[in-house]
């Protein structure tokens, strides 16, 4: 451990989450790694009332698209990805960056190659239900009123710093 | 700050402060590798912290919890024990750092003349307790995807209650951390300070059944802004304004307000400023550098203006440099509150001029001032480049831990013939750089797309 190591381990505000990457939201309102998956919402090409919940399990890479109502994505067939898996991980990438996705999801990812093309898993129907709710508590937080009380803890937060 | 100032604040550290740090990192080991595994060298790190409070109200349940945790029983209540230990030993240190600080500032500060008041309650917190006694058994080494998404069930219930809130906001800002960091390798670096900083903060604050602000006053009088910070997690946001109260009579007064609003990770940058739409007043303020006429606005013993928009109207342009220049060096700075004493609250407003600019370090008349420059928020124009063409800077002094460093709010620099300034807060009304509004018009507006998918999809 070099002495910048250790100046990182003693300073309450290490920075420990990398800095955000705009995107655009439209077509793929939601991204999270959670619950053992690459999971999220992507926005209907045709229908705007209508979402599709994607998801890919770690690991097994198993893919699951089907829409909030639960029914199956038509194309989502074998091992390759419908559009809106291919929206999601292109999205997660630009997110996340793609070592930490590709970490999460346990893939190696080639040198010049992309996310999606690494993938080797087949259809897994995953709940999408709770994948949904999970969005839906996302978006409510746009929905709490700003507050005037004090937050000392907020000192701690010092955002990621804008990415150069 | 002058030279001389400068010199007495980074010549003679106050003593004690790195032998506090050292206890506190005793504890702070423990959290790393878990309660379960405390053994001899770690046990005998908890009694020294034990022994550094004896004398003290904290004294003697500092030694039981010691004694309990050392013969492997492990308690919410001794927890709790622990981390007030450790938070007076980090208060400590505060109050240390603020006195040197203001010593070499020669800045006036008010004491501080309210009683404690001890409401301890029951609620969601025993649950955040209990959850918090788990990542401590466990230790940030040991903890997997499923110890974190325990928090998630805890700021969902938090967050259905107002004073809840800001508990929520301390989990949900620990939790991702936690999230993007677990499986911990053996090899790799934990941030131990700062996590058991949060830790500890949340275990204290879950056994508070109120977080009402205390005793406030009303003030009326002229809120001149010094400079705003954006303090910022994936889902929340709060923009800090550090400004001088003018009251009718009496001194003027160092005081801060400020707004959090809740976000997503997806919202950030300049997009933050569209959250805080409810507060023309002080955005605009912020964006055209004007000072705000404030009625019966209340003002806390630690200096914090609770913001009302229906108490505060526009008044006239006011030059923050200005401000800093004329007023800063003779304020009445405010108390701090005392659970919220730790270095990471000190942030002294200062003015610093004729400086030579290099990197992460200027020289002030021969002395190297340590500059953040790579923590500038990005919902505002300062950028390193900036940084090192300015002449001038208002920023906060803050300690972290191995020294002083100031963290830049506002700047002028230097462009061909003229001098421009620069603050935090020019972009509170939409961003004024061009290059920054495209950048922002071809990625499209977060809070609108969002907003637009809350509207269509919660309310069904
Ligand atoms: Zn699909």
Redesign the interface.
């Known amino acids: 451990m070099d002495s910048s190591d250790e100046a990182w381990r003693l300073d309450p505000l290490a920075r420990v989450l990398p800095a955000v990457r705009p995107r655009k939201l439209a077509k793929v309102p939601f991204v999270e790694l959670a619950e053992g998956r690459l999971q999220g919402v992507v926005s209907s090409g045709s229908d705007i009332e209508r979402v599709y919940v994607s998801s890919i399990t770690a690991g097994s890479h198993g893919l699951s698209c089907s829409t909030n109502n639960n029914r199956p994505c038509g194309g989502l067939n074998g091992g390759s990805l419908c559009k809106h898996l291919q929206s999601l991980a292109e999205e997660a990438v630009q997110q996340y960056g793609l070592d930490r996705v590709a970490r999460y999801l346990k893939v190696e990812v080639p040198e010049g190659s992309s996310l999606a093309a690494a993938l080797s898993g087949s259809r897994d129907p995953a709940p999408a239900a709770a994948v949904f709710s999970r969005f839906l508590r996302h978006l409510a937080y746009l929905e709490a009123p700003a507050s005037t009380a004090a937050e000392p803890e907020m000192q701690w937060f010092r955002g990621a710093g804008a990415v150069v | 700050m002058r030279g001389a100032q400068l010199a007495a604040l980074l010549e003679q550290a106050p003593a004690g402060v790195p032998e506090a ?1 050292d206890l506190v ?1 005793g504890f702070d080991d423990l959290l790393e590798h878990g309660l379960a595994r405390i053994g001899q060298g770690r046990a005998g790190a908890l009694a020294a912290i034990a022994g550094a409070l004896e004398g003290t109200p904290l004294g003697s349940p500092a030694h039981e919890a010691v004694a309990k945790l050392s013969a492997g029983s492990v308690s919410r209540e001794h927890l709790v024990t622990l981390a007030g230990a450790r938070a007076a030993l980090l208060g400590a240190a505060h109050d240390a750092l603020l006195e040197h600080c203001d010593a070499a500032l020669e800045r006036t500060r008010g004491a501080w003349n309210q009683s404690p008041s001890a409401a301890v309650g029951t609620g969601p917190g025993e649950a955040v307790q209990a959850w918090l006694q788990e990542l401590a058994v466990t230790g940030w080494r040991g903890l997997d ?1 499923g110890h974190v ?1 325990g928090a998630d069930r805890l700021v ?1 219930a938090l ?1 259905a209650d107002p004073g809840g ?2 508990l929520a ?2 989990l949900d ?1 620990l939790a ?2 936690l ?3 677990v499986p911990i390798g053996p090899a790799a ?6 996590w058991a ?2 830790w500890s ?1 949340a275990m204290l ?1 879950a056994r508070q059944a109120t ?1 009402g ?1 205390g005793d406030t006053e009303p003030v009326t009088g002229r809120l001149l802004p010094l400079g705003v910070d ?7 946001v ?1 923009v ?1 304004v550090y400004g001088v109260l003018e009251t009718p009579t009496g001194t003027p007064r160092l005081v801060r ?10 919202i ?2 300049p ?1 933050v400023w569209r ?2 739409t ?2 023309p007043l002080l955005l605009t303020a912020l964006a055209q550098q004007r000072s705000l006429e404030l009625r019966d606005v209340a003002l ?1 013993a630690d200096g ?1 203006l ?3 928009e229906a108490r505060a109207a526009l008044g006239e342009v006011a030059d923050p440099f200005a401000t800093a220049r004329v007023l800063l060096p003779g304020v009445l700075a405010p108390a701090a ?1 005392p659970l ?1 004493r ?4 000190l ?1 002294e407003p200062v003015l610093v001029e004729g400086y030579k600019t290099a990197g992460g370090s200027w020289t002030v008349d021969g002395r190297n001032l340590r500059i953040e420059v ?5 919902t505002g124009p300062l ?1 390193p480049a900036l940084l090192k063409a300015s002449t001038a800077c208002i920023g906060v002094l803050r300690h ?3 020294g002083w460093l100031l963290r830049p709010l506002a700047v002028q620099a230097k462009s061909k013939n003229s001098s421009t300034a620069y603050h935090g807060g020019d972009w509170a009304l939409g961003p004024t750089d061009p290059k920054v509004v495209k ?1 922002e018009s071809k ?2 507006d ?2 609108a ?3 637009e ?2 509207g ?3 309310r069904r």
């Open positions: 740090l990192s995807q998404d969902e967050l809130r800001r906001v301390l800002g991702a951390e999230r993007a960091s670096c934990v941030p131990t300070r700062r900083d949060l903060r604050l977080n602000a954006v303090l910022e997690h994936g889902t929340a709060q800090l307000t400020g707004v959090t609003a809740a976000k997503t990770d997806t950030s940058g997009a959250l805080l409810a507060f806390t914090r609770l913001w009302d509150a919220d730790h270095p990471v609250a942030n790579d923590r500038l928020p990005a950028t972290d831990g191995s950048a990625s499209g977060p809070v797309v969002l907003r998918r809350a269509r999809l919660l």
